[in-house]
């Protein structure tokens, strides 16, 4: 008699069973392989989409000089220096440092005068001064001009004969034609 294609009373069930463990265990050992990688994941890492930090790059960068325009800030600028500083503050607060050190970064890269307000220190001084020595060269200058215009106007007034010949000029009388 052949037996192999009959099975004992109760063999089905056990083979069923045997193989529905198998299965399970298997997808367990899958489940458990599909989320190592965030069991050890990090802290969240800010994105591009991240709306805090997309507030604290802009936060930032108007606090940083564009190097190239001067009078406007890295967020104002379209200079090509200032969209890779940009760059830079979006690369840092990706990396999760702080706006301390995001600042540092650049004054030591680039120095003080790429904060768009500067520290006082003996180094920036003349960025702080400037402007108010500027002012005080021109007001040195006006009051010079003034004072020679008014020395000018104070000379000696014009003698008769002078009034006379001036007179003559002016009404088209020229003497070296009379002569």
Sequence with gaps: M???GMSRPGGTARSATGASARFAALALALCV????PFAAADEARPTE?????????????????????QNQTIAESNAELALDLRRQVHE????????????DFMTSRYGDFVLY???????????WAGPGLLLLAGFVVL????RSRRQLADEAPLT?????RAARL???DNPKENK
């Design 33 to 36: 392989a599909l989320a190592a």
């Design 2 to 4: 052949n037996t192999q």
């Design 143 to 146: 009051f010079r001009v003034l």
């Design 49 to 69: 989409q991240d709306p805090v930090a997309a507030k604290r790059a802009v936060r930032l960068s108007e606090q940083l000089r564009c190097l190239v325009c």
């Design 160 to 164: 008769p004969a002078e009034r006379e």
């Design 92 to 103: 840092q607060i990706a990396a999760g440092r702080t706006d301390a050190e995001i600042i």
């Design 170 to 172: 002016l009404a088209g």
């Design 117 to 127: 307000k500067p520290p006082l220190k003996t180094t920036t001084v003349l960025l």
